[in-house]
């Protein structure tokens, strides 16, 4: 933003209720669980599963997911590394929002790069950022192409499709990582919520 614009603005993020307060009224620290991995490697599936347990254990969550929120906030938004890095950068800010606001973001994104990752750490702070890698590899997530898309990228019919025509570096410094091609999905669900228990006590 121009400094002259920036100059005009005045924030109040000292003038509302605090962060403590917050958590205190929800009884959890606000946290991000953000998972990252190819397509098809089961993030979403195992995020819906650790919303519906924190949910049924009385704790308030919210699911970022790529697909949805590129329906809506990142509608403008496609998968060259610009689109990509706004849309992480978006959702970084929006789940800052939301754990600061004492809830437990759960975030389904690909998140391909180390780059990004980064970016969403920096954005959302070192302290709530937790990385899990949902580790399946390529040929499992395109044997079961969930979606019909690894096929259509094969045949180029979708561009810069990540494991395809697009990059997928594996996080060198995941905070958990969960091997979603070996292990069943109740067996990763229950790594995934024990990881994130010891995190939202207050
Ligand atoms: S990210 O790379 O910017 O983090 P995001 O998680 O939002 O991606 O969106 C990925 C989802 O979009 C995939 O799960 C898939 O359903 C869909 N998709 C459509 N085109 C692509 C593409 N070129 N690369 C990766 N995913 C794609």
Sequence with gaps: MPQQEASNLFPIFDK?????NKEALLKQ???VIWMTGLSGSGKTTLAIGLEKYLHDNGHLAYLL???NLRTGINSDLGFSEKDRKENIRRVAEVSKLFASSGIIT????VSPTEELRQLAKSIIGTADFNLVYVNTPLEICEKRDTKG????????????????????????QADLVIDAGRDAYEECLKQLIAF???KIKC
């Design 16 to 20: 509302v209720v605090d962060r403590e």
């Design 65 to 67: 997911d790529g697909d």
């Design 196 to 198: 994130v228990l010891p």
């Design 29 to 31: 620290r606000g946290t």
């Design 149 to 172: 898309l690894y096929v259509k990228a094969r045949k180029g019919e979708i561009k810069e499709f990540t494991g395809i025509s697009a990059p997928f570096e594996e996080p060198k």
């Design 106 to 109: 759960v975030n389904s994104f």
